[in-house]
């Protein structure tokens, strides 16, 4: 499996972004797929992912009602709609793969997100 993720770039508080990550090298309709970001100094954090199958979506506090994480079988890519940003924001987004239930063993290669203040 191969991600690749892409969309990345420098905003304004208050803007939007959307970001996209492109699978390959499997059957992309049986991933779990998940976004992360790692700020300078910080662990790296689970933002939001979408479940296999059932397409249940999970986001962490901090970007609940600015972020949607979507998903089309189709063309083989999760995306990550990122409105309202804020400067705690900025980081390298990840996006990763997990085979059905099993955890996140695949990921991209990260871009990055600056948010201005």
């Known amino acids: 499996v191969q991600l690749q993720a892409f969309g990345g770039g420098l905003v304004q508080a208050g803007g939007s972004l959307r970001l996209s990550c492109a699978f390959s090298g499997g059957r992309f309709s049986l991933y779990g797929m998940g976004w992360f970001r790692q700020a300078p100094g910080k662990e790296r954090e689970r933002v939001a992912n979408i479940v296999a199958g059932v397409n249940r979506v999970f986001y962490a506090d901090s970007v609940k009602g600015r972020f949607t994480i979507s998903r089309d079988n189709a063309k083989n890519t999760v995306y990550l709609q990122m409105n309202s940003l804020k400067p705690e924001d900025t980081a390298v987004y990840y996006c990763?793969?997990?085979?059905?239930?099993?955890?996140?063993?695949?990921w991209g290669q990260g871009t990055l997100v600056t948010v201005s203040s």
């Open positions: 990763a793969a997990g085979f059905r239930g099993e955890a996140f063993n695949y």
